[in-house]
């Protein structure tokens, strides 16, 4: 079975602060993405990559950066925490369509 | 991203009925996904659809792909408290990514 964990499934900081979302799946899957979630919008992507150190530009990533040096790895970087990104984060692998989602985690920016 | 219709966007459901929900794009897509989510959790894959007229089961599910490639539906046949939960659509139109519908929340009817 695919298996992909993200490193918190609760986190609590304050603005300014820069946060790490770590992903790991252990499939060798090429792709990964990062999605948020909010109430009525569903999921929209803020990054993702095809290959280790390769990066593109999702929907909104506006504030985020990303970065993967290992295949396995995929990390979703809040420079400076802001309230309006206190969400769901969910990570994503895949080989070909099919996504396989980590159980996410819950972030709140006070 | 290409914007998905999903509706409805919540339904209440008691045990033993069926269900029924879709998606509808303007976009044509090559890949239909239906995802579920539980409280807490990720989301799960259900069904996938690759091709116009498919029709797909996966126990109580059925989805299938519109003919024009612009919209897809899934049903639950015989609904059991367990299937509350937060349904998503998502069409795949080129590369590896996803097009999210904004979730049909199914809750059980008190």
């Known amino acids: 079975d695919v298996k992909v964990t993200q490193s918190s499934r609760y986190l609590v900081k304050r603005t300014g602060e820069k946060v790490f979302l770590e992903c790991v799946q252990d499939m060798d899957h090429e792709n990964m993405f990062w999605y948020r979630q909010d109430p009525g919008l569903g999921l929209r992507l803020i990054y993702f990559?095809?290959?280790?150190?390769?990066?593109e530009k999702g929907d909104i990533p506006e504030g985020y950066s990303v970065s993967r040096e290992k295949k396995e790895r995929f990390s979703l970087i809040l420079e400076s925490a802001s309230t309006n990104q206190t969400s769901m984060y969910l990570c994503?692998?895949?080989?070909?369509?099919?996504?396989?989602f980590g159980p996410g985690t819950r972030l709140t920016v006070l | 991203g290409q914007q998905l219709n999903q509706s409805p966007q919540s339904m209440f459901i008691q045990e033993g009925e069926d269900v029924s929900m879709n998606c509808t794009s303007s976009?044509?897509?090559?890949?239909w996904l239906w995802y579920k989510q539980d409280p807490g959790e990720g989301p799960v894959l259900l069904i996938a659809l690759y091709k116009a007229g498919e029709l797909t089961s996966n126990g109580r599910l059925t989805a299938q792909f519109g003919i024009t490639r612009k919209d897809s539906f899934l049903n639950i046949s015989a609904s059991i408290p367990s299937d509350v939960g937060i349904y998503f659509c998502?069409?795949?139109?080129?590369?590896?990514?996803?097009?999210f519908g904004a979730g049909t929340t199914v809750t059980v009817r008190a």
């Open positions: 998502a069409g795949q139109l080129h590369d590896y990514k996803l097009s």
């Open positions: 994503a692998s895949s080989e070909t369509y099919t996504q396989y």
């Open positions: 976009s044509i897509f090559n890949t």
């Open positions: 990559s095809y290959d280790v150190k390769m990066k």
